[in-house]
Each structure stands twice: as C-alpha cells, then as structure tokens.
Nanobody
Framework: QVQLVESGGDVVQAGGSLKLSCAAS????????MGWFRQAPGKEREFVAT????????YYADSVKGRFTISRDNAKNTVILQMNSLKPEDTAVYYC?????????????????WGQGTQVTVSS
C-alpha cells in the first residue's frame, strides 16, 4: 500500500508559477513510476506528466511540455510538479499517482494508488 498526499495548489494569475508536491509513504517509493493527472470541471481526467521509477525518464502531455517539469527525490519520498507560464486552461484538480506497470504510461489504469488531489486555479 502507498499513501499519497498532494500539496501546493493555489489561485494564481495567468503567467505565474506554482510548485505541487506529492509526499508518499508506505512501500518503497523508488520502485514506483510516479504520475500527475488533472481533472477540470465537466471534463475527463487527463494525463499531465510522469517520471519512471529507476531511470527518472520523464514524459509530458503536449499541452504542458516546455512549461511543466516533473522531478522526484527518492530519499525524501517526494515527487514535484513545477508549473510555469500557467494558463487559465490549466485550472483543475491535480492528482498524484503511483504505479509499477508500463514506464511512461499516460493511462490512469496503469497507476494503482492516487492522492486526494489539490486545486489549481489560474485566473485570466
């Protein structure tokens, strides 16, 4: 079992930055691929970014590539999503997820554990 707790969500103006954190506890954090997903009101959950468990290879949705950066600190059991140049369309609840299947997966079904989410609101 892995427990995930996100933090860092806030209200920010367009063009601003936020850093989301996900603290993991339970099983060995370094064995898990870690992902960020988001869900806006009335929309389906969508993939944002993921980082693999052993090589720290990173993968991004086209909509955030060049603006968001995912990183992990296995010693601190933490994964970070640095979000720059935020746009109103980035407004959503952001979820951290952990899984062991398919490195680089953009599919939520490949992630076994999910946090409760943190709200990001970008005002225009």
């Amino acid at each position: 079992q892995v427990q995930l707790v996100e933090s860092g969500g806030d209200v920010v103006q367009a063009g601003g930055s936020l850093k989301l954190s996900c603290a993991a506890s339970g099983r060995t954090f370094s064995n898990y691929n870690m992902g960020w997903f988001r869900q806006a009101p009335g929309k389906e959950r969508e993939f944002v970014a993921t980082i693999s468990w052993w090589s720290s290879a990173t993968y991004y949705a086209d909509s955030v590539k060049g603006r968001f950066t995912i990183s992990r600190d296995n010693a601190k059991n933490t994964v970070i999503l640095q979000m720059n140049s935020l746009k109103p369309e980035d407004t959503a609840v952001y979820y951290c997820a952990a899984g062991t299947r398919n490195k680089g997966s953009r599919n939520g079904y490949d992630y076994d554990y999910w946090g409760q989410g943190t709200q990001v609101t970008v005002s225009s």
